[in-house]
């Protein structure tokens, strides 16, 4: 029996955090046999980036996702979440493939290293600090997705790990 996500989301990647663990739901109405063998044999790249006030994750898995980005608001996490920040436990990441049905076609997990638990979490803890409220994290995240494309963000990565 399939797994299936109990979810509306539409088409794209979604984040959600769960016991230690970044999940990214990558969603696609069709994932054709090769995509999901494509996926399972390659690497997944995760970067972790920091725009101003926008944290986020890139995505790229050569010749199945092109690279997209994740953006995130560390306003919206929850207290379970940020008790992470303060831990020394790795963080893991788990990716899945869901089809138009919710389906879960293809998962890969893994844990992040030491450095880039370390490095995201050291970056999230100094977001929080800065002053700002979710509107202004909007009208950040909208100039930023104007302006660039999400390859254009690699500059601004602060780590990164393949999975």
Known sequence: MEDVVDTTIEDGIWL????QTWIFFIKDSVWVE?????FRKKKVHLSYFQKGII???LIEVNDVIETSDVPFCILDATKEFLNTLKDNQNYNALFLLIDGSNKIRARKEGAMSFDVSSK???CLREQRMNDYDEKAFNIALTKMQKRYEPYELEEFIKTSQDF
């Open 55 to 57: 944290d986020g994750f």
């Open 16 to 19: 959600d955090f769960l016991e």
């Open 120 to 122: 995201i979490k050291h």
């Open 34 to 38: 090769e995509e999901i063998q494509m």
